[in-house]
């Protein structure tokens, strides 16, 4: 298919239509037609677009298929906005500013919370992880250097990074898997929220206790995990890797 050309190749001035011409019956309809926002749009842009309307907004499908990096997608996006006139109202996030001269890291150690924490030691402190959906969380490494929060968790206080021990604890004494759960329609205790599920064991380590409601943080949790090669992010469980498996 041949785009509509939109720009002068002489001036690059944009171009408008003055007419229009049925193929069939060959009749004329001579006018100033304005070129939409959508004709207006480069060929990089077009592309990206259409990647993105094919894989339904799901960021991390479009990174695999362009072969581009999140920062790079993420970019495109804010572009494509940018020339569509979409860009009025999104919320500005200012850059966090991180402080890992605090992050001690024990690089020796097999625990869940030592090679989380030196993975994103590695990476400054932020990295970007994705949900079983594909949806982009960030995390950031706070300036006490034994907790993280995430754009994804607005719950006080910071989760410390030893509820990946409990995690993982849980995976293996359930044979290398367990169920998510559900904390968003059951309370601590109750069926789909037990004890033995990825939601229970991060409620109990909260301090929460049976019978109480829970935040559900999994798909943040879970994501994490998966990012840094210890457990595989399932639907509706968690998978502990074999490389993991055998620490």
Excluded at 121 to 149: M, N
Aim: charged share 25%; with cysteine.
């Amino acid at each position: 298919m041949n785009r509509l050309i939109s720009k002068c190749p002489a001036c690059h001035e944009t171009l408008q239509v003055s007419t229009l011409q049925c193929p069939d019956c060959g009749m004329e309809l001579r006018n100033t037609f304005e070129l939409s926002p959508f004709d207006l749009l480069d060929n990089e842009q077009f592309e990206f677009l259409l990647t993105f309307l094919k894989y339904r907004g799901n960021l991390k499908e479009v990174q695999s298929d362009m072969q581009i990096s999140y920062p790079t997608a993420k970019k495109k996006l804010d572009e494509l906005l940018a020339a569509l006139n979409l860009s009025e109202g999104v919320e500005k996030v200012m850059p966090k500013e991180i402080d890992i001269s605090r992050m001690d890291v024990d690089y020796t150690s097999t625990l869940a919370s030592e090679i989380i924490k030196a993975k994103l030691k590695a990476h400054g402190g932020h990295i970007t992880v994705y949900t079983a959906r594909g949806l982009p969380c960030e995390i950031y490494a706070e300036s006490d250097g034994t907790t993280f929060t995430s754009d994804k968790l607005p719950v006080k206080p910071a989760y410390d990074y030893k509820v990946f021990d409990d995690i993982v604890e849980l995976l293996i004494k359930q044979g290398g898997r367990a169920k998510k759960g559900n904390g968003r329609n059951y309370k601590l205790g109750e069926p789909g929220c037990e004890e033995n599920t990825v939601v229970g064991t991060i409620a109990l380590h909260r301090g929460r206790t049976i019978g109480e409601s829970v935040f559900d943080p999994v798909f943040v949790m879970a994501a994490i995990l998966e990012w840094a090669g210890i457990a595989k992010n399932g639907r509706g469980e968690l998978i502990l890797t074999e490389e993991h498996n055998d620490l």
